[in-house]
């Protein structure tokens, strides 16, 4: 026997001449948060979609709950919740009517259905709208539906693709608070996400995904030391020789600085302070400043870190619905 | 209750859910009930299964009856209803084909795919709603009917086996119409595909005018078209006017066979294939 409630070893796949996935592996300990690091393309969205039983692999294997995903998929559909990437709610019917069906399609007794329905359209504020129709729905409350359509009988699993693409600001925290209160229930959650500050802020485990292969697998922390962590920019209001020298000490690397002289850029390890400490130490050396920024690394420093090559397209752009077939062969 | 008291998002055990033949009922049963709220929705599916029967047999009784005089004499209203059934219901079956190719363009069947269902469910569930609104379809052609004068003229039993013909040919046309649903890649497409074919199916038939008059290749096609035969047999049950009668054709001689062997023959050919189809078109 192990723990592993999700475990992949292997896992290919192509789509004619494209390969979407080309053998990755993945474990995922009960009750763990894995996080699924990728750009556009990567084979994220595959790779859930094998492991929800949704799609069958051209290689290696998967089983999810002891069971495996194209032998046994009745068995691992009854442990799995999903919330895909493109939402998977009927848009004609109510939010309560679609928990309810997808209830009742799970197996669960009709009273039973409308109780789970009600406590969790007031969990995830939705119960003013409970009784409209989802074409009503804005995208952040479209998704939360979606989420709780995946919990409705209460699985051991969560699949959730990329559940925050899309989403404004607000919206997004919401699904975070939505997503935490769900890792403290002690579900074991496997999440796709474009952000590095999504998976920082949720998964235990990272797994970085590009073209189909697993290029880097540890914790936040692991993937941030390997792309030196934050990037300290600083602007001045003026060109000055002793610039780079007075930031040298506070920096974690070289002080690149621009061809007009005004601009210096620095990896750094963020630190509570650092702006405040920077300031302090270029006006003591009587170097008048317009602006200091610190930039946590983002999904594109990883994976310049990583691959050298930065991200294709704009990570931050709405994923296309079928994104992980536009996948480039390497 | 004991999962109303459990922890919010503690994993029920099994037991509190059923599997089995119970369940698949009640997937049919939630599916079927989904399918209806659709219908009741879309203005478009609505008005198919009930404006537009009343306005047809309307329309074809007074505008079509004024000009066409039977062969065998009888009046055309009589002639008409069980040939506006046999219309409305043949075109009504087109909103199998829309609404199953609406479901596989949008995300709802991913969810249905990852919920421990019986695959087929979504196909039974979508024939038998169609043979549902079959019946409220039959329900205000029949009504329209009665109200303007139209009166069967033989036993309750044989004016229900009549339509029960009619349900079952609609039954086998739902199949038929799944397949048109599953090879379309949109609906639009779909409810063109369905006309094409059913429409000439319809028309091209005994339902709306005698045969013996047609050029002779339609008048061949028409005497052997399913349509013709399920309409010649609802006109021999229902007790009105049945021109086809005097053809030679088989069919024509033996409407009841004809209509049965012709359901059953579209049935064994078309559900399986729909399966087939639908196996394929959500698998990747």
């Given amino acids: 026997m192990n723990d592993l409630m999700i475990e992949a070893h292997g896992l290919g796949k192509r789509f004619g001449e494209t390969v979407a996935l080309d053998g990755i592996d993945l474990e995922v300990p009960t009750g763990a948060i894995l996080g699924v690091l990728g750009p556009n393309g990567a084979g994220k969205s595959t790779a859930v979609r094998i492991?929800?039983?949704?799609?069958?692999p051209d290689a290696g294997w998967a089983r999810v709950a002891g069971h495996d995903v194209v032998r046994e998929a009745r068995a691992v559909q009854?442990?799995?919740?999903?919330?895909?990437?493109?939402?998977?709610?009927?848009?004609v019917l109510t939010g309560r009517q679609n928990l309810v069906m997808v209830g009742r399609l799970g197996g669960l007794r009709r009273g039973d259905a409308r109780a789970r329905a009600v406590e969790l359209l007031d969990r995830f504020d939705l119960t003013d709208a409970a009784d409209r129709v989802l074409k009503g729905y804005s995208g952040g409350m479209r998704r939360r539906l979606d989420l709780a359509a995946g919990l409705m009988t209460r699985p051991p699993v969560l699949f959730l693709d990329e559940p925050t693409t899309g989403l404004d600001p607000i919206s997004r925290a919401r699904?975070?608070?939505?997503?935490?209160?769900?890792?403290?229930?002690?579900?074991?959650?496997?999440?796709?996400?474009?952000?590095?500050?999504?998976?920082?802020?949720?998964?235990?485990r990272i797994v970085v995904i590009?073209?189909?292969?697993?290029?880097?697998?540890?914790?936040?922390?692991?993937?941030?030391?390997?792309?030196?962590?934050?990037?300290?920019?600083?602007?001045?209001?003026?060109?000055?020789?002793?610039?780079?020298?007075?930031?040298?000490?506070?920096?974690?690397?070289a002080v690149h600085v621009s061809h007009d002289g005004r601009r210096l850029r620095a990896p750094v390890r963020s630190a509570g302070g650092l702006a405040t400490t920077i300031v302090r130490a270029l006006d003591g050396a009587g170097i008048t400043v317009d602006d200091v920024e610190v930039h946590q690394p983002s999904l594109d420093d990883v994976f310049f870190a990583l691959t050298g090559t930065p991200v294709e397209g704009d990570p931050a752009a709405p994923a296309a619905p079928d994104a992980d077939l536009e996948v480039t062969p390497r | 209750m004991s999962t109303a008291t459990a922890a919010p998002l503690s994993p029920a055990p099994d037991a509190t859910r059923s599997f089995g033949l119970v369940q698949k009922l009640r997937e049919v049963v939630v599916l079927t009930g989904r399918n209806f709220v659709h219908i009741a929705r879309e203005p478009l599916q609505l008005s198919d299964?009930?404006?537009?029967?009343?306005?047809?047999?309307?329309?074809?009784v007074y505008v079509l009856g004024a000009g066409v005089v039977l062969a065998g004499g009888g009046s055309y209203k009589d002639?008409?209803?069980?040939?506006?059934?046999?219309?409305?219901?043949?075109?009504?079956?087109?909103?199998?084909?829309?609404?199953?190719?609406?479901?596989?363009?949008?995300?709802?069947?991913?969810?249905?795919?990852?919920?421990?269902?019986?695959?087929?469910?979504?196909?039974?569930?979508r024939s038998l709603t169609d043979v549902l609104t079959a019946i409220i379809c039959t329900a205000f052609v029949i009504g329209t009917g009665l109200v303007i004068g139209w009166r069967p003229d033989s036993t309750a039993g044989d004016v229900i086996a009549g339509v029960a013909i009619f349900?079952?040919?609609?039954?086998?046309?739902?199949?038929?119409?799944?397949?048109?649903?599953?090879?379309?890649?949109?609906?639009?497409?779909?409810?063109?595909?369905?006309?094409?074919?059913?429409?000439?199916?319809?028309?091209?038939?005994?339902?709306?005018?005698?045969?013996?008059?047609?050029?002779?290749?339609?008048?061949?096609?028409?005497?052997?078209?399913?349509?013709?035969?399920?309409?010649?047999?609802?006109?021999?049950?229902?007790?009105?006017?049945?021109?086809?009668?005097?053809?030679?054709?088989?069919?024509?001689?033996?409407?009841?066979?004809?209509?049965?062997?012709?359901?059953?023959a579209l049935v064994a050919i078309f559900a399986p294939l729909a399966t087939l189809l639908y196996r394929r078109r959500t698998t990747d």
């Fill in chain 1, 51 to 56: 492991l929800t039983t949704l799609a069958t």
């Fill in chain 1, 78 to 91: 009854r442990k799995i919740g999903v919330t895909a990437q493109d939402a998977t709610i009927d848009e």
């Fill in chain 1, 175 to 204: 699904m975070w608070g939505v997503i935490r209160e769900l890792i403290a229930d002690g579900v074991t959650l496997l999440l796709t996400t474009q952000y590095l500050d999504e998976a920082d802020e949720l998964a235990d």
């Fill in chain 1, 210 to 253: 590009d073209h189909g292969h697993v290029i880097a697998n540890g914790t936040a922390a692991d993937l941030k030391a390997q792309t030196g962590g934050a990037r300290l920019e600083v602007t001045l209001s003026e060109p000055h020789p002793a610039a780079a020298a007075t930031l040298d000490p506070f920096v974690a690397g």
């Fill in chain 2, 49 to 60: 299964v009930t404006i537009q029967p009343v306005l047809f047999t309307l329309l074809f």
């Fill in chain 2, 79 to 125: 002639f008409a209803i069980p040939g506006l059934l046999a219309l409305n219901l043949t075109t009504s079956a087109i909103g199998t084909a829309v609404g199953l190719s609406t479901d596989l363009r949008s995300g709802v069947i991913d969810r249905f795919r990852t919920l421990p269902m019986w695959r087929p469910v979504v196909l039974v569930a």
């Fill in chain 2, 167 to 264: 349900l079952f040919f609609n039954y086998a046309l739902s199949w038929v119409c799944a397949c048109i649903g599953m090879v379309s890649d949109d609906p639009e497409t779909a409810q063109g595909l369905g006309l094409v074919v059913l429409f000439p199916l319809a028309i091209v038939s005994n339902a709306l005018v005698p045969t013996a008059h047609m050029p002779a290749v339609l008048r061949a096609i028409a005497d052997w078209n399913p349509v013709s035969a399920v309409t010649a047999a609802c006109r021999h049950l229902f007790g009105n006017p049945n021109p086809s009668a005097s053809i030679h054709a088989w069919p024509m001689q033996h409407p009841v066979l004809a209509a049965l062997l012709w359901s059953v």
